[in-house]
């Protein structure tokens, strides 16, 4: 292996390339004084929570369940229940001060125009709470 450290003559020309190795020793210090004083940025979202409840209710919630067979017909609490019957319990429902959840059963092969019309009766009635329940069955 043969290395070159020079010429033999001695050249006096002066070195055209630049040293970067102190700029780049520079840049490095400086980088890291910027990432120790930048401060740590925190994502905060601001709720207004309300005041906790200091005795709890024990009281199970109330609710009341239509099932809806594959006939088309309407069952309010296991009853069976004809449509201008429903509405009647529908409003009954949503007058209570602390309006019942609505829990809705259809059956897998229940007619969707029963459906849509027990729920366009409880939305007209002005319940809120309502959900469906069994739908796990319907999972596979």
Known sequence: ????????????????EMNTTPL???????LIMFIITIPVQTHAV???LPPPNPNPSNVDPVFNQIDIDFLGNIY???TEVDMPTLKGYL?????LPEQPE???RPEAEAKYVIVDQVMAAA???????MGFVGNEAYAN
């Open 1 to 16: 292996m043969a290395m070159s450290v020079g010429k033999e003559g001695g050249d006096d020309n002066p070195m055209v």
């Open 24 to 30: 780049i020793d520079v840049m490095l210090v400086l």
């Open 46 to 48: 601001k709720l207004d």
């Open 76 to 78: 309010w609490n296991k």
């Open 91 to 95: 409003k009954q429902a949503s007058a």
């Open 102 to 104: 609505l829990r809705m």
């Open 123 to 129: 939305q007209q009635a002005g319940i809120e709470k």
